[in-house]
């Protein structure tokens, strides 16, 4: 209960203002389409520097929430996910709002997130200090494959190949070990002066997230947004509430499923809002209604989509393992303050991790207050153009990674790498892992280091790295997550056609 | 698969082979070998799966990403220009806010769906652009303190 004494932390007038802050501004950005909540994390990471950590991840994690929860605003407004985490809600929400239902829906929805958000933050409160203090028996051989758990996990289960999933691991594990080594001093891939000192990785998220999105933006050239925004009627609050309340099933469904997707690394947000759809429309006695603008199916989706934020983060601070993409981001703006996560932090920095989570829990509240006010307004802002969006993403993308180390250095890694990674996606290559093999390279490379020094004075380093429960019980999760997603794609592919899975990968992209 | 994208995999992945070759070559062949035990690891993996990718493509059984096409390609090229040229020579060159500016309205002025021959789309345009510059100024230089490169204009 530890985390009680830090509420007053959150409440702290400048605090509170930036929850505040990142939470409105959040809704806004998530319900633009194309700003994913990763990206608007990142992008907010330079604002950052010079805030006190608490006050830092505060800003970073209302704005996480509430990205994802705004979300919502355009799927349901304009047919537009606003991330993919929102396209369950499209599904029905949309066809609620073209029969004048839009403010019943939004409603739902906000409150919906809010329950199974404070679930997923209730999760993260109760489960995070006993895994932070299991992991403290964690040597460096496990730690060294934690670290290749969550580049293979994310890897294999958040690309749609499992070999162009792991190369681009690889790719990322590579980019950590530019720069000199820790140990020897020596020089290692340094090709151009601005990588000398090695990877920032905040600029390095920036480009990774940012700019590939902004050069999407420009491949749509000269074409108008035609979405029309729906006009939201009056609905009475105390009836939505009600409604939630009452669609207790798809409520229930969706926040557990949430939650326990959320705990798995590298199943985002999509996912739980999907699955969670499916049960809840599977174990609906009227499941018929399902699609035609049914309020269990908005529920479910959106209850599912915020539950995932706070367990997302159980393997970031307990294990340094983040499980998801924004979690990496969220791990940089620790890093940033030289705070490592794990039992480190709550052992030695209690008030920053216990009132970051607090000010989740409040953040989730907010959100639904604040969510179901400016819906209106959100919608309008989700309407900026293309043009306008690319280059004020691509402005804050250059300024941001400049003012990291006032360095142009950075911004030239940042701007080589989203450009890199924009064509490498184009090929099937995914973000995701390489950016948590670019986080976790240097944790990898230093615990396999001091594995093998320790395995040279005691035993060999096979038996070191290979041997004992705890290894083994990695390794093999290691070997499953990979077996598993080679063969679920084995699998999907021996029953569809080269002309299937190109119009799958069109409709995805 | 249509020849495109088949074409564009084999050159995607063949490059993305030669990097993973070139790495595992470094990490093979630079000293002090200690420093570089670790890369050695990681770009054995590198080189067998980028490998394994580029035999795919070259036979033509690439599933996952479409490439780009012809039309992508042209709309991309101008913007993209345009972005590394604000990068990698003008910030540097003109300074930080000029740079931004111009940049920020050659961008919102190509890929503006409104008629480029319509005189209130460009008092539009430079209206935004202007807001866009003071929002910057006012995050970046005031809020943030962040001094950056001024050079020939500011």
Redesign the interface.
């Known amino acids: 209960m530890e985390f009680i004494y830090y509420f007053g932390d959150v409440f702290t007038p400048f605090n509170f203002m930036l929850l505040l802050l990142g939470t409105v501004g959040g809704l806004i950005l998530g319900a633009t389409p194309g700003l994913s909540p990763t990206m608007a994390v990142a992008l907010l990471i ?2 950052t ?2 805030l006190e950590p608490a006050s830092g991840l505060i800003l970073l994690g209302a704005a996480y929430t509430s990205t994802v929860a705004g979300g919502a605003v355009s799927a349901i407004l304009l047919k537009i996910p606003g991330a993919p985490a929102n396209i369950a809600t499209t599904l029905d929400g949309h066809t609620m709002a073209k029969k004048g239902e839009g403010a019943r829906a939004l409603q739902l929805s906000f409150i919906a997130s809010a329950v199974g958000g404070v679930f997923g933050v209730l999760l993260l409160i109760f489960l995070t200090p006993l895994l932070a203090q299991w992991a403290l028996a964690f040597g460096p051989s496990h730690l060294f494959w934690l670290a290749i758990l969550g580049v293979t996990i994310i890897g294999s289960l958040d690309s ?2 499992v ?2 999933g ?2 681009s691991g ?2 990322g ?2 980019l950590a ?1 530019i720069g000199f ?1 820790d ?2 001093g ?1 020089q ?2 340094i090709f151009h002066s601005s990588v000398s000192g090695g990877i920032n990785v905040i600029p390095a998220l920036i480009g990774l997230f940012a700019i590939p999105q ?2 999407t ?8 947004l035609d979405a029309e925004v729906l006009s939201v009627e009056k609905h009475p609050i105390s009836k939505a509430f009600r409604e939630v309340f009452n669609r207790f099933r798809a409520l229930s469904i969706g926040t557990i499923t949430g939650s326990i997707i959320g705990l798995i690394p590298g199943v985002g947000g999509q996912i739980a809002g999907l699955v969670a759809y499916d049960q809840a429309k599977k174990m609906s006695p009227e499941r018929g209604k399902f699609g035609t603008g049914h309020s269990e199916g908005v529920i479910a989706a959106e209850s599912a989509n915020n539950a995932m934020v706070g367990p997302s983060l159980v393997p970031l601070l307990t294990l340094s393992i983040p499980g998801s993409p924004t979690a990496a981001v969220l791990l940089g703006g620790l890093l940033i303050h030289g705070i490592f996560p794990g039992s480190d932090l709550f052992d030695n920095y209690p008030e920053v991790a216990w009132t970051f989570i607090n000010s989740m829990l409040i953040g989730q509240i907010l959100m639904c207050i604040f969510g179901l006010y400016i819906a209106g307004l959100a919608a309008r802002v989700a309407q900026v ?4 969006m ?3 993403v ?2 804050l993308a ?2 941001g990674s ?2 990291v180390q ?1 360095s ?1 250095g950075d ?2 890694i940042m ?1 080589a790498l989203g ?1 890199g990674m924009f ?7 995914s973000a995701a892992p390489l950016v948590l093999g670019l986080i976790l390279g240097p944790i ?2 230093a615990n ?2 001091q594995g ?1 020094m320790i395995a040279n004075a005691t035993s060999s380093i096979g038996s070191y790295f290979f041997t004992g429960p705890l290894n083994l019980l990695l390794i093999g999760i290691v070997v499953a997550s990979v077996a598993y997603s080679g063969w679920m794609e084995l699998r999907s ?1 021996r029953y569809t056609t ?1 002309d299937d ?2 119009a799958k ?2 409709a995805l ?1 | 698969m249509t020849d495109l994208p088949r074409n564009q995999h084999i050159i995607a992945s063949g490059l993305v082979a030669a990097v993973g070759v070139t790495v595992a070559y470094i990490s093979y062949t630079a000293q002090p070998a200690a420093a570089f035990l670790f890369p050695r690891i990681i770009s054995t993996v590198f080189v067998v799966l980028a490998l394994w990718t580029f035999g795919k493509a070259l036979l033509g059984r690439t599933k996952v990403g479409n490439g780009l096409s012809a039309t992508a390609i042209r709309n991309i090229l101008p913007g993209l220009v345009v972005a590394l040229v604000y990068v990698f020579w003008a910030a540097q060159t003109l300074g930080f806010y000029t740079a931004s500016t111009i940049t920020f309205f050659i961008l919102v002025t190509l890929y503006d769906p409104a008629p480029h021959g319509e005189v209130k789309s460009w008092v539009r345009r430079i209206i935004i652009t202007a807001g866009f510059l003071a929002v910057m100024y006012g995050l970046f230089a005031m809020l943030l303190n962040v001094f950056t490169p001024r050079e020939i204009f500011f």
């Open positions: 330079p604002f520097f010079r749609s190949s070999v162009k792991l190369l690889c790719i594990l590579w070990t080594d140990i020897m020596a290692r891939f902004v050069i933006m420009f491949a749509k050239g000269r074409a108008r153009p293309n043009n306008v690319a280059a004020v691509l402005g250059v300024f400049y003012s006032n142009m911004v030239y701007m450009t064509f490498l996606e184009r090929f099937g290559f990898a490379e396999f280091i093998s592919r080269k899975a190109v990968e069109e992209s």
